[in-house]
């Protein structure tokens, strides 16, 4: 009996031990605490990338929270910063939208709404844009921790490389 009391508390321990490693907000190990702008990662990808000037008329800057729920029916309440961009062109397609979540629940619910977003943007353009249609389908959203992205762009994958380098 005593050892099944000494098992029992051992374990307890170890569980104890656990929650308290996993949850630390020092800025070393957990996702959510890293401290990234996110118009500054936007900023980068329109230099590096030229992606304002190639559009075909310009993109335009998100600025509210109002902007995105229109948009993506993100809700204000999921997001702790967002920057994103998109052009108001029928025939381009490019978005770059990137969002920190407030939590892994509300990572998955921008997920979800970017994903339909995309979805919309891939049947559209079978319909009136099948040349866009290849980028399109190579585009997905990604997800790093409570960041959440999406990028449709020809140069997704060097865009997403960006991004990627800067949220790890």
Do not use: H, W
Not at 17 to 38: I, Q, T
Not at 47 to 55: A, K, L, N, P, V
Not at 60 to 75: A, C, G, H, Q, V
Not at 86 to 93: A, H, K, M, P
Request: glycine share 4%; with cysteine.
């Amino acid at each position: 009996m005593k050892r099944v009391i000494a098992l029992c508390l051992a374990v307890l321990m170890m569980a104890a031990m656990f929650a308290a490693c996993g949850d630390n907000n020092d800025g070393k190990k957990s996702d959510s605490a890293k401290s990234v702008d996110l118009n500054s990662v936007l900023n980068d990808i329109n230099s590096q990338f030229g992606i304002s000037e190639s559009s075909v008329q310009g993109l335009k800057k998100l600025e509210s929270t109002d902007e995105l729920d229109r948009y993506y029916m993100i809700s204000a309440d999921d997001i702790k910063q967002f920057a994103a961009e998109r052009s108001s062109s029928s025939t381009d397609f490019t978005e770059i939208v990137l969002v920190e979540a407030t939590g892994s629940d509300a990572v998955n619910k921008i997920v979800t709404q970017l994903n339909s977003r995309l979805d919309a943007q891939r049947s559209t353009a079978r319909s009136y844009t099948p040349e866009a249609v290849e980028m399109l389908e190579s585009c997905e959203v990604k997800t790093n921790g409570n960041f959440v992205y999406l990028v449709i762009n020809d140069k997704q994958s060097e865009i997403v490389s960006l991004i990627e380098n800067t949220i790890k």
